[in-house]
């Protein structure tokens, strides 16, 4: 998860950036100097808050601190943008909501990057990487995500030829639903 790690980010498409407010979410901005995303946690009662806001909304504390958070989660709902509304965000790039998997309901909404846009799926494994960007001296790192470890895996395994590769991917999505306490039913065809 190291900043700039983006393949081809020394070519950064162009972006409006956010405008950073101290102690309101320059944090956020900023941490991926570290290679860490950073969000607000309730100190009262453990809360993870995104957008930053001054007030839990589940406890409704003040008090709430910055901390790093996993940077890893699943593709939440997606779509492919085909239209150029940005001269130089060149078209087609996939605009994403990941939720996280430090909380069940922590979303961003963000982009993928990393892979082909055909290849991303509600449930894509991802983590987050940065792009760096500088304007009128202030550094921000915009945080993206990019296809993890565990779909590239799941990738390979399917070019398995046969019923051996539905076996492993099955094995791979109740090994994936086991660790996130979900129950999924078969489908038709695994039945």
């Keep these: 998860m190291s900043p700039d790690s983006v393949p081809g980010s020394e070519n950064l498409p162009f972006r409006i950036l956010p405008r950073l407010v101290a102690g309101q979410n320059d944090f956020f ?11 607000l946690r309730c100190k009262a009662c453990g809360f993870v808050l995104h957008p930053p806001s001054p007030r839990c909304p589940m406890c409704l504390s003040k008090d709430l601190d910055q901390q790093p958070v996993s ?5 939440y709902t997606w779509t492919v943008n085909h239209q150029p509304w940005i001269p130089g965000f060149d078209p087609p790039y996939v ?3 990941v939720e996280l998997d430090d909380q069940v309901g922590l979303r961003l909404l963000s982009n993928i990057v990393g892979c082909d846009p055909d290849e ?3 449930g894509m494994a991802v983590e987050v990487t940065f792009q760096r960007y500088e304007e009128r001296g202030e550094v921000v790192w915009i945080p993206v995500f990019r296809p993890s470890s565990i779909d590239a895996a799941r990738d390979r395994v399917g070019t398995l030829q046969g019923e051996h590769a539905d076996a492993a991917n099955r094995g791979f999505r109740d090994a994936d639903t086991r660790a996130l ?3 999924v039913t078969p489908t038709r065809g695994e039945l």
């Design 29 to 39: 901005w900023t941490s991926g100097s570290d290679g860490l995303l950073r969000l």
């Design 71 to 75: 940077g890893t989660g699943r593709v």
């Design 95 to 97: 605009i994403a909501l």
């Design 120 to 122: 991303v799926h509600i």
């Design 181 to 183: 306490g979900v129950k």
